[in-house]
């Protein structure tokens, strides 16, 4: 029976009849397939596969959380530098204490099974003890060498900051002009840088030596020689 004929009959048999009708129309629509209840019907497992989905994709975070504190976690052989000093307590009723230093680094032995909180640590010098594990953090070896890093961290500091006055310029002194040069010039006068050998006057005491250094002196000193003149 089509729709069509079912209105004509709904016309025909009265408002109460009719009403029956509409409500047995409707719930042969949702037992349909593709009606309400089959959309219902499929929606309900497709809602719940995503559910799980999102759950299986959170505990996969939260494994993968608890990996990486299980590979941040202390494990005895790790090194580690003081955030702070720590005088030792003598009378610790927890074991054996050493003190904290922030120039030495300490090897993580245990965790104490009592007190939560305290870790058995040995420094470079051997000593074996107990200390606050939150005065602790894992120490990384530098990525640059010791001595590259001071030099840094001094031209850091040697940096003039802005507005500074710039260095005193140290004057340029002539080599001619030299304390040294300048007081045996003083002392000397022009004729005593005369080359008696060449028959040469020099003019100061670096063109006299540059002379006496030269190859055209050296060959006027061993003719004198030969001949003895």
Known sequence: MSEIDIKRKIRGRGRGRGTFLYKDLAANHENRPGGATSHRECSQPKMQNDFEGVSKRMNDLKVNENNNESKN??????????????????????????????????????????????????????????????????????????????????????????????????????????????????????ETYYCEICDKQLNGPRPFTAHLASRGHKEEVELRAIYGN
Not at 81 to 95: E, Q, T
Not at 127 to 143: D, E, H, I, Q, S
């Open 73 to 190: 976690a202390e494990r005895p052989g790790m090194k580690f530098k003081a955030l702070a000093s720590y005088k030792r307590n003598l009378g610790s009723p927890i074991g054996d204490e050493i003190n904290l230093q922030g120039n030495i680094l300490y090897t993580f032995v245990s965790k104490h099974p009592n007190c939560e909180g305290w870790w058995k640590v040995t420094n470079e010098e051997g000593a074996c003890g107990y200390v606050p594990g939150n005065r602790l953090t894992p120490y990384k070896k530098p990525t640059t060498l010791p001595w590259l890093e001071n030099k840094r961290e001094e031209q850091a500091n040697e940096t003039p900051f802005f507005g500074a006055l710039p260095p005193k310029a140290t004057p340029y002194v002539p080599t001619y002009n030299h304390k040294g040069l300048t007081e045996l010039a003083a002392n000397k006068g022009p």
